[in-house]
């Protein structure tokens, strides 16, 4: 597919930042530029592109290691110079950070401009809706489940290593009202690759029920450290591959309490919700080639060449060992922007969770926070959450 010039703002300058920006500036008529409301990380991306070009190296079990060397047109911490006849503005980076940006850059904000969530994650669409408020029919919101691709910064602002790429990633979007610069779902496409191929359909709800890391990542922390001790250990504990077959259970519930819930909204409401899918049939779409056994969902989990080493997240004890850090994205942002919302959207079909208020009541404690009290989304730091009960959504016409 040919396209004319893509004029492209990854904000974020984190993992998935620094793959999207090698891919997408290595293709033929891109016009990518990166920006981060970081002063500090902008001098550093820029210092790191004079001494050399940003090279990508991507893994895919089975086959040669391919590599990627290009450049963006634009490193900056300076929104109306990224923002300039911009045609997408992809945020790749926190969800806690979306709202900081989004407000930055609603001046900036034109008709026809298409707003991606790479991944969204949970209440992306609910902090457009009130962030951009009287702009959101000027725009096309798409959101999608998660990032394209495994992958980790080896130095920053130069190097980044894609440790897998899923084959299919699924997304929705809500049109503007207005002509949109270019055609969402192919000019994104185009700026990823061939892979993974954009599944893009149904209504937003049921991408953020499928933002999995949601449930998948807090059932393993909730796995690994709910009857720890409290001592220190010499090593941090592998996070996927230390999953158990009673962790795997945990999370094939939590799993079936989501689809559940977009059970019930499509037979109250119609809406699409289709793709929400119990997150087995999750793995087999996106990892059908890096996945060894596939017998169920543990097995999957264990042998994804994509996951393998990858530890908890730790930090250092006194004595330099190693302890949970209950301040990672894991839990700081898989909470509030993920399980929480999706606990909160649960509550207004009527679905009762009890896998995921086991894991949110006991990731809520490890926090010190309060968002799920005497069984609702009612807790002090809801304000803070992207539950639809932040906003005030709190009937199924509301969150539609």
């Known amino acids: 597919m040919t396209l004319d010039s893509i004029k492209l703002v990854i904000c974020?300058?984190?993992?998935?930042?620094?793959?999207?920006?090698?891919?997408?500036?290595?293709?033929?008529?891109?016009?990518?530029?990166?920006?981060?409301?970081?002063?500090?990380?902008?001098?550093?991306?820029?210092?790191?592109?004079q001494k050399?070009?940003?090279?990508?190296?991507?893994?895919?079990?089975?086959?040669?290691?391919?590599?990627i060397v290009s450049k963006p047109v634009l490193v900056t911490n300076n929104p109306s110079k990224a923002m300039e006849n911009v045609d997408l503005l992809v945020l790749v980076q926190r969800a806690a950070d979306h709202r900081g940006y989004l407000e930055v850059l609603k001046p900036y904000i034109t008709p026809g401009i298409i707003v991606v969530g790479l991944p969204g994650c949970p209440g992306f669409e609910?902090?457009?809706?009130?962030?951009?408020?009287?702009?959101?029919?000027?725009?096309?919101?798409?959101?999608?489940?998660?990032?394209?691709?495994?992958?980790?910064?080896?130095?920053?602002?130069?190097?980044?290593?894609?440790?897998?790429?899923?084959?299919?990633?699924?997304?929705?979007?809500?049109?503007?009202?207005?002509?949109?610069?270019?055609?969402p779902v192919a000019t994104l496409q185009y700026l990823l690759g061939p892979l993974p191929q954009l599944k893009v359909?149904?209504?937003?709800?049921?991408?953020?029920?499928?933002?999995?890391?949601a449930y998948l990542h807090t059932s393993i922390m909730y796995g690994q450290w709910e009857g720890w001790d409290g001592?220190?250990?010499?090593?941090?504990?592998?996070f996927y591959n230390g999953l158990t077959e009673a962790v795997a259970n945990l999370l094939s519930g939590m799993s079936d309490e989501v689809v559940k819930t977009a059970k019930v909204i499509t037979e109250n409401s119609g809406a699409d919700m289709s793709e929400v899918v119990n997150i087995y049939y999750w793995y087999?779409?996106?990892?059908?080639?890096?996945?060894?056994?596939?017998?169920?969902?543990?097995?999957?989990?264990?042998?994804?060449?994509?996951?393998?080493?990858?530890?908890?997240?730790?930090?250092?004890?006194?004595?330099?060992?190693?302890?949970?850090?209950?301040?990672?994205?894991y839990m700081?942002?898989?909470?509030?922007?993920?399980?929480?919302?999706?606990?909160?959207?649960?509550?207004?079909?009527?679905?009762?969770?009890?896998?995921?208020?086991?894991?949110?009541?006991?990731?809520?404690?490890?926090?010190?926070?309060?968002?799920?009290?005497?069984?609702?989304?009612?807790?002090?730091?809801?304000?803070k959450s992207r539950a639809p009960q932040r906003y005030g959504f709190t009937t199924l016409e509301s969150i539609l």
């Open 201 to 213: 359909s149904g209504h937003l709800l049921s991408v953020q029920l499928m933002s999995t890391n």
């Open 231 to 238: 001592k220190a250990f010499d090593q941090p504990p592998l």
């Open 12 to 49: 974020g300058s984190g993992n998935g930042a620094h793959a999207f920006a090698g891919i997408a500036s290595s293709l033929k008529g891109t016009d990518v530029r990166v920006l981060t409301l970081s002063r500090e990380r902008a001098a550093r991306w820029n210092a790191a592109l």
């Open 52 to 67: 050399r070009n940003l090279e990508i190296i991507l893994h895919r079990k089975g086959k040669e290691q391919t590599r």
């Open 332 to 383: 700081t942002e898989d909470i509030p922007q993920g399980l929480v919302v999706i606990r909160g959207i649960a509550e207004i079909v009527g679905v009762e969770t009890p896998n995921i208020d086991k894991v949110l009541l006991w990731s809520q404690e490890k926090m010190g926070k309060e968002y799920l009290v005497n069984s609702k989304i009612q807790g002090k730091d809801v304000e």
């Open 284 to 329: 087999m779409r996106c990892y059908p080639e890096d996945i060894s056994d596939k017998t169920n969902l543990y097995t999957a989990i264990q042998t994804n060449a994509a996951y393998q080493g990858l530890k908890h997240p730790v930090k250092k004890s006194d004595d330099g060992r190693y302890l949970p850090d209950f301040t990672h994205r």
């Open 126 to 183: 609910f902090e457009a809706r009130h962030v951009l408020s009287d702009l959101v029919g000027l725009c096309t919101i798409m959101n999608f489940e998660s990032l394209p691709w495994a992958c980790r910064t080896t130095e920053f602002g130069s190097k980044c290593t894609v440790l897998g790429t899923k084959e299919t990633l699924h997304g929705c979007l809500k049109m503007a009202d207005v002509p949109v610069n270019k055609d």
